[in-house]
């Protein structure tokens, strides 16, 4: 799952490279716009576009968007359930699809847990602090939007396969970093690290720095700073961060396929196991992990509409 | 006794927070760079080439280049329509709607590739009236089209929305009290100032294809030089542990991706200089 | 507590925000520095808080070297301009948080802490909005939430950047009188910014104006009014009428005439004629230094405001002079004037 993932991938590029585009394509500004209403003030407007080719133009729309994006969705849990709900939660209960869960979870912890500390950090040097080279930290930090999936799992192959440069070191000592969890953590990592960072880094730098300012002047420490002040102001981008990162741990598939090996009931994440069951026809058990997926997709949708909201309450102005 | 003071910040924790990340960065992200550059330079640019211009790498990388173009391409005309639908009218759902551009960015790409290759197989939904037509959707480059259609659906609507949103509606007016009919309105004044936008959504979209491996794989046929896409061919390189190649064919999807990206960029600032931006 | 600050400067950039400021500030005196935008005010109070850090120069408070220590140390309240208040913090918290993050050993209990805050509410008058939040309260109440706050730690100092600045002339009015009045009752040495002369000439014990990065002038209200050290102060405090003249041998001439005034004293060479717009004293024809023709008059309440074109130099100079009521001008009339207070400064570049 990348969501926002691409979109800020090329955005990063342009940034780069054009630091003039207007549209910064972060998930908050975006996000900010798309709260407002829906409709411009052109609607009821007379000068609009005539009746039949406003008909054909939210018909297309619909039509596309039910094929494109309604149909396989549906698809989806249609074909889990084919075969009854007995069949749906056998599937599910199988020793295969437990392990794919737990390691899925567990990988999603471990991302999570670590970039969250981290991109805190991250943010705050960065958002609090001037100092020259921001704007490559911050590229950098955005990197792994900017590769394909494949592109992240090559790298850690490079570096820890068999043939990579330590691999021969790793075989000798027995550690295994590839085709076991420890690889499928790294390049979890290595795909989520931007999110909680590029939530925060804009909500942090816009709130500013004059609450910590006063607090220093209070009398308080730095980490009381952060943590009685700073960390109750960007709690809910601090959610959307986590939560973004955590929907792309779960879902990601094209880097941690590549690091896994696939092993069975060892190294197969969901969405793994739900290559490996599709191409054996296993059709019912494999879209049955997909709902879950599926599932998780939807609800993360949902709160991140919430959080949306939460957000832009937060952001309206309150002390100026 | 006038001391000279060195430069401080006012607030705490630069030195650690700065450390920190840097250190994380290094090993998380420049590492794995280094990795990456160091295996391409193992490489002389003789060998580079062979690899880059073998057959079945050329034509898995026409094949992904190819074929996201096209996708975006559709995705930019079709992500118009909807989010021209989205803004600027009422109709029951709409909202739901909205809601649903999103899917694609959160669905996972191996749902994806499966339940399109489900949606577009033989005795598929949509794939069974196809085939009574005479056209294969599975397992050819068309499938590898229509999943990258679908990832990208996202990236024009979401990217134009704010842009259309802002639009200020007097410009309409004035258009129109000028003498302009809807028609002269929407393609001479209301698109024109939307192209910044769109370039970006479509940059955006072709990038993101461009790399795509989980919704594709599934729905393409995977035939070397027919239905293989790039970062399948990678992967295949890798399992055969012919890392130089698969760091080739890497290196080489990157560069292609800046150029390309950097091309639409260009575009773009002249587009807004000839129009200019909100 | 006293202040003091020597050869102070700070630069950002190739811009001097500060360029050598000496300043001394004496116990329980409220002091404004007074300034245009960009003088460097704002920074030298920062400097002062220890919320920013000069290039070179020395600040010691009560004789002690300050910045060998952080903001968080100098036992310095701060009040923003934008009140910075904690918005997820009700009121009581916002004003309790400097007593809370004490270190331990000398933090007070729970219950000193309530009463502490709730004296403090008293003392700003708005004990009722305890329970409130920042985004419910008005411009004027988070401001003196703020001050509330900032006086929490009992300061030895305290500093305020623009207090009034982000309120509307008639909350700003009002504050102005209720800081001045709590500042009698507590005494705390305090030093505020602003660049509302009205406001520093009310409020202050002395004034001290800034320009560029420089003190032009320090003295009371009195003195920096009636007694402009530079031409820069002069025509920033109070309204002034500026016309260039020529000091030769002792006399001084405007436009190739000479003027019935007295040197006092100043360097020959192109110069500044400063006068107060009611010092020009206005007589018939004839009578005074140099004439001119009313073009246009407004009477409001005590006093006249007459627009007048000197004559010579082509009748283009146009100055405005308010005169009283008791013979009402006329537009088109000839009058002569006097300026009976002024001051003449070197012409600047």
């Known amino acids: ?320 | 006794m006038s001391i000279a003071v060195a430069r401080r910040s006012t607030l705490p924790g630069f030195g650690l927070t700065m450390g920190l990340t840097l250190t994380w960065l290094s090993i998380i992200i420049l590492l794995p760079l280094a990795g990456l550059f160091l295996k391409t330079f193992e490489l002389s640019l003789d060998q580079f080439w062979s690899i880059v211009t073998s057959r079945r790498t050329l034509n898995a990388l026409k094949i992904s280049f190819g074929l996201s173009f096209a996708a975006a391409l559709v995705n930019l005309v079709m992500g118009t329509i909807i989010v021209w639908a989205l803004v600027r009218y009422r109709f029951p759902g709409r909202r739901l709607f909205d809601a649903i551009v999103d899917i694609p960015f959160a669905l996972p790409t191996a749902v994806a590739g499966v339940a399109l290759t489900q949606l577009f197989a033989q005795k598929g939904w949509l794939g069974a009236p196809l085939a009574e037509l005479g056209i294969k959707v599975a397992f050819t480059p068309i499938g590898i089209f229509i999943a990258m259609i679908f990832i990208g659906i996202p990236f024009v609507v979401r990217t134009v929305q704010p842009v259309l949103i802002d639009l200020d509606v007097e410009i309409e007016e004035a258009a129109a009290s000028l003498g302009a009919n809807r028609w002269h309105t929407v393609f001479r004044v209301i698109l024109p100032s939307l192209i910044p936008a769109l370039l970006t959504g479509f940059a955006l979209a072709f990038a993101r294809a461009v790399g795509e491996y989980g919704s594709v794989i599934f729905i393409a046929g995977n035939l070397p030089n027919v239905s293989e896409i790039a970062p399948l061919l990678i992967v295949i390189r890798l399992s055969e542990f012919r890392y130089a190649d698969a760091t080739a064919i890497a290196v080489m999807m990157l560069l292609a991706s800046f150029l390309i990206i950097f091309a639409v960029n260009r575009l773009q600032r002249w587009a807004q200089t000839r129009i200019p931006a909100h | 507590m006293t202040i003091e600050v020597k050869n102070i400067v700070k630069k950002f950039g190739s811009f001097a925000a500060l360029d050598n400021v000496d300043l001394k500030v004496a116990q329980g005196e409220l002091l404004a520095l007074l300034g245009p935008s960009g003088s460097g005010k704002t920074t030298l109070l920062r400097i002062i808080a220890g919320l920013d850090w000069p290039d070179a120069g020395e600040v010691s408070i009560d004789g002690e070297n300050a910045l060998a220590r952080g903001a968080s140390e100098r036992h310095v309240g701060f009040v923003f301009q934008h009140y910075a208040l904690f918005r997820h913090m009700t009121v009581f918290e916002n004003v309790a948080f400097g007593l809370r993050v004490q270190p331990r050993a000398i933090r007070k209990d729970e219950a000193t802490i309530r009463a502490r805050v709730k004296e403090l509410l008293d003392l700003v008058q708005l004990d009722w909005l305890s329970g409130r939040y920042p985004s419910q309260l008005s411009g004027g109440q988070r401001q003196r939430i703020a001050l509330a706050r900032a006086l929490a730690i009992e300061p030895r100092i305290l500093l305020l950047d623009e207090p009034f600045g982000a309120l509307d002339a008639k909350v700003r009015k009002e504050l102005r009188q209720w800081l001045r009045s709590l500042h009698s009752e507590i005494h705390v040495t305090s030093i505020f910014v602003t660049h509302d002369q009205e406001e520093a000439l009310e409020v202050a014990n002395r004034v001290v104006v800034m320009d560029k990065g420089r003190i032009e002038q320090i003295g009371t209200p009195g003195e920096v009014y009636d007694d402009p050290a530079t031409a820069f102060v002069h025509g920033f405090i109070g309204e002034s009428i500026v016309l260039p003249v020529d000091v030769s041998g002792g006399s001084v001439r405007l436009a190739g005439q000479r003027l019935n005034i007295a040197a006092n004293g100043a360097a020959s060479g192109a110069s500044k004629l400063f006068v107060r717009r009611h010092d020009m004293q206005i007589g018939p024809a004839g009578s005074g230094s140099f004439e001119g023709a009313v073009r246009h008059v407004r009477s409001f309440g005590p006093i006249q405001r007459a627009e007048v074109a000197l004559s010579g130099g082509e009748g283009k100079t146009i100055i405005e002079i308010d005169a009283p009521r008791d013979r009402e001008l006329q537009a088109g009339e000839i009058v002569s004037l006097q300026p009976r207070r002024y001051r003449i400064f070197a012409a600047q570049d």
């Open chain 1, 1 to 320: 799952m990348s969501t926002q993932s691409d979109v800020a991938t090329v955005a990063t590029e342009l940034r780069a490279y054009a630091p003039t585009v207007d549209l910064t394509v972060s998930p908050l500004s975006s996000r900010k716009e798309r709260t407002r209403p829906l409709t411009g003030r052109a609607v009821g407007n007379p000068r609009t576009e005539p009746g039949p080719v406003r008909f054909i133009i939210i018909a297309l729309a619909v039509t596309f968007l039910s094929v494109f994006v309604v149909l396989p969705l549906v698809v989806v849990f249609a074909q889990a359930f084919s075969k009854g709900i007995g069949a749906y939660i056998a599937a599910l209960t199988e020793p295969e699809a437990l392990a794919a869960i737990r390691l899925t979870l567990l990988v999603a912890a471990i991302s999570v847990t670590l970039n969250l500390v981290f991109g805190v950090i991250a943010a705050w040097a960065i958002a609090k602090f001037e100092f020259t080279g921001k704007t490559f930290l911050i590229t950098l930090i955005d990197l792994p939007f900017s590769v394909s999936p494949v592109i992240s799992g090559l790298v850690f192959v490079l570096l820890f396969g068999a043939q990579g440069y330590w691999g021969p070191w790793l075989q000798a000592h027995d550690i295994h970093v590839l085709f076991a969890v420890p690889g499928i953590a790294l390049a979890t990592i290595f795909v989520t690290f931007p999110f909680v960072a590029r939530a925060l880094i804009p909500l942090m730098q816009e709130q500013g720095t004059q609450e910590e300012e006063a607090a220093i002047s209070l009398g308080a420490s730095g980490l009381q700073t952060f943590f009685r002040v700073t960390l109750p102001n960007i709690k809910w981008g601090l959610l959307y961060g986590v939560l973004l990162c955590n929907a792309r741990a779960m879902g990601e598939f094209g880097a941690v396929s590549v690091v896994s090996g696939h092993i069975r009931g060892e190294t197969n994440t969901m969405p793994l196991l739900v290559e490996i069951l599709y191409n054996e026809y296993q059709f019912v058990a494999s879209f049955a992990i997909a709902s879950l997926l599926a599932m998780l997709a939807l609800i993360t949708l949902v709160v991140k509409t919430v959080l949306e909201r939460r957000l832009d309450e937060g952001q309206e102005p309150s002390d100026h």
